[in-house]
């Protein structure tokens, strides 16, 4: 499956701070980063990375950041209509 990564990373690194790495060894602006995840630590690396975050609401309609203001899609064929 590593044809489909170009890395992975894990713990014990907290996720705002694989996501700044990420964003500082390929000189990308933060504002200009979208972070997709599933649960309020997701949010949190996001806010820490100083990125865009938009939640995947769960088939189970969970969704752990609901009344956050968070712009949320149930699989990637809604982002770009709510990338726009």
Do not use: H
Not at 25 to 34: D, F
Request: negative net charge.
């Amino acid at each position: 499956m590593d044809v489909y990564f170009k890395d992975i990373y894990g713990s014990p690194r907290q996720k705002g701070e694989i996501a700044r790495a990420i964003i500082n060894q390929n000189g990308y602006n933060p504002s200009e980063v979208i972070f997709i995840g599933d649960f309020i630590t997701d949010l949190k690396g996001a806010q820490d990375a100083g990125t865009v975050f938009i939640g995947r609401v769960a088939d189970s309609g969970n969704a752990p950041f609901a009344g956050m203001g968070v712009k949320a899609i149930k699989d990637l064929n809604d982002l770009e209509e709510i990338i726009q």
